[in-house]
């Protein structure tokens, strides 16, 4: 005879529908044995309640609490033209959760294994200089200032800044998905990335459902936290910053680093071609569209209409795309090899248990085996 649990706590129930998103009456209607429940007219088995907790993305524990936990994400996050957040959407919030629980097991492992502390972490604040942080981030990456102008298109040129990176002990993930759940989506809208500090294994995410323009820019900006030893999550709508002096001087940091203010009004008073100086400084259109605003050359109307025009170009350009792809190479970007690296590490040492492995990377058992073996050190 099945189990069957009593005094379910419709507090509980109804918290845990509306956190995962969902409209009460919406779910009661599509789920009315969960209705039976709060009503008292059923009584769930262990199975069913198990069941409606994987739907909704709750700790069975949970179930059994008198009261809703209180949860909080461990970062500021700034919205464009309003107060910064202290509560993100489920999936957002998972993948903050996601993300910490990797950086606090890196973290441990580098400290027992003596490694030594990150210098530019914290290196500067507000008050510092934008230049000299986008100068000393180039030196640190051993970039020169035109560095890009050696690779043949500005994709090439992200590539590359990511493996330079994650060369000074980095890691960045790039996800546009909670772990390798397709049905989880991390809505642009909301998060354009976040990045948490710490002086031994900083990390960065980056949401791979944006475009790979906005993704260079959004990139550099995390760089900047880093180098500000601030960590934050942001939606950058239109990537324009919240009106906070981190967030502003972070920008300014990025947009220096990218394109060099003295280089670039040498270019613009020979040419105003948006996609031409995009090839130039092997950017994206976008991107030299966001600098021009800086640099007071084009006005926010004219921007805003480029920005608007680009981003719908690249909606229509993605719905006409196959959703198919490669898992193993879509798990590179999402893991990060470098992290990836760290975790075969210590599990070949014995000091990481398989299924913790599995944990970690989001991958398991077989997948995982695959992914080590054939990905990992693939060139």
Not at 9 to 24: E, F, M, P, Q, V
Not at 79 to 103: F, M
Not at 167 to 186: D, L, M, S
Not at 268 to 280: A, C, D, E, G, T
């Amino acid at each position: 005879m099945a189990t069957r649990i009593e005094n379910i706590n419709s507090d509980i129930i109804n918290w845990a529908i509306t956190r995962a998103g969902n409209s009460l009456e919406e779910f009661y209607a599509d789920n009315p044995d969960v209705l039976d429940w709060i009503e008292g007219n059923k009584k769930p088995t262990l199975k069913q309640l198990e069941n409606f907790t994987h739907k909704v993305h709750v700790p069975f524990g949970y179930m059994f609490m008198n009261e809703p936990p209180k949860e909080e994400i461990p970062i500021p996050f700034f919205r464009t033209g309003a107060a910064p957040r202290d509560k993100v959407s489920l999936n957002v919030y998972h993948t903050i959760q996601i993300i910490k629980d990797r950086q606090n097991w890196l973290t441990n492992y580098l400290n027992e294994s003596d490694y030594p502390d990150l210098g530019f972490v914290g290196k500067y604040n507000d008050s510092s200089d934008y230049k000299e942080i986008a100068n000393d981030i180039r030196n640190t990456l051993k970039l020169p200032i035109n560095w890009a102008s050696k690779l043949g298109t500005w994709e090439q040129a992200l590539d590359y800044l990511t493996l330079q990176i994650e060369e000074i002990g980095i890691i960045i993930n790039f996800n546009g998905i909670v772990g390798n759940n397709t049905r989880r989506k991390i809505l642009v809208e909301e998060c354009r990335g976040f990045v948490l500090v710490n002086n031994k294994a900083p990390f960065l995410f980056i949401n791979s459902a944006d475009a790979k323009a906005a993704q260079m820019f959004t990139l550099i900006h995390e760089i900047a936290h880093i180098w500000l030893g601030e960590s934050a999550g942001f939606d950058n709508k239109q990537m324009l910053p919240a009106d906070d002096p981190t967030e502003l001087l972070c920008d300014k940091v990025a947009a220096e680093f990218l394109v060099p203010e003295i280089f670039f009004r040498e270019k613009w008073n020979s040419s105003q071609n948006i996609k031409y100086l995009s090839r130039v400084f092997k950017v994206s259109p976008i991107v030299i569209a966001r600098r021009a605003l800086d640099l007071n050359l084009i006005s926010k109307p004219s921007f805003f209409e480029f920005y608007n025009n680009y981003i719908a170009e690249f909606k229509n350009k993605k719905e006409n795309q196959s959703s198919g792809g490669n898992f193993y190479a879509t798990a590179k970007k999402r893991i990060s090899l470098r992290f990836a690296s760290y975790v075969n590490n210590a599990v070949n040492e014995n000091n990481l248990l398989y299924r913790d492995a599995y944990k970690l990377t989001s991958l398991k058992g077989n997948t995982y085996e695959k992914f080590i073996n054939e990905y990992l050190y693939q060139v």
